[in-house]
């Protein structure tokens, strides 16, 4: 019960700290579970946020179903949603009660100003963190390259960028996996 609290709390404050969704999120995760707790490897957290990523839902419940289950199995998954998405909801609903009162207020403009930035800065953070721990290889930048020109000056389907991406993935895995197996 003890390790279930620990996951609870955890992403409680993950989720309570932690303004600009799942990728702002993403950096704090990193340092409380790998670093902090040691419950999961960085290899283990690229593994989690590209799942995450891939999965319906919001990147940071996704991580903190997926790191939950790792760590203490559906309990786990259980305890670290529950954790992470509760700030938000109580938050959301405490502004919703409140926000049309105090939205004309230049401090609250201000602050929501204040609080992009930071975001912006997070998110930074999260791209820097997996950009230095991927394998960096030709193939890896002109994939990232692709992708980024696809949905950026395309405006090409998210989802289907990350689908051909995993497919062409799969695809060069298996040929470099046949091409060892013919040496």
């Given amino acids: 019960m003890n390790q279930l609290a620990q996951i609870f709390l955890t992403f409680l404050r993950i989720g309570a700290f932690t303004f600009g969704g ?16 040691q419950w999961i490897s960085r290899s283990d957290l690229l593994d989690v946020v590209a799942i995450a990523e891939s999965t319906p839902g919001p990147i940071a419940v996704n991580a903190a179903t997926f790191i939950g289950k790792k760590v203490a199995g559906i309990r786990g998954a259980v305890c670290a949603t529950l954790g992470v998405v509760l700030p938000s909801f109580l ?35 999260a791209l ?23 949905v950026a000056c395309f405006q090409i389907s998210t989802i289907a960028v990350i689908a051909f991406c995993a497919l062409l993935g799969i695809a060069c895995g298996a040929a470099l996996h046949r091409k060892k197996d013919q040496r």
């Fill in 22 to 37: 799942g990728y702002a999120m993403i950096p704090l995760i990193e340092k409380e579970t790998v670093e902090n707790r």
């Fill in 91 to 125: 938050i959301i609903v405490i502004i919703s009660l409140v926000l049309d009162a105090f939205s004309h207020l230049k401090a609250v403009q201000y602050a929501f100003w204040g609080i992009r930035a930071g975001v912006l800065a997070l998110i930074a953070k």
């Fill in 128 to 150: 820097w963190t997996m950009f230095t721990q991927v394998r960096k290889d030709i193939f890896s930048c002109l994939v990232m390259v692709l992708a980024f020109v696809c």
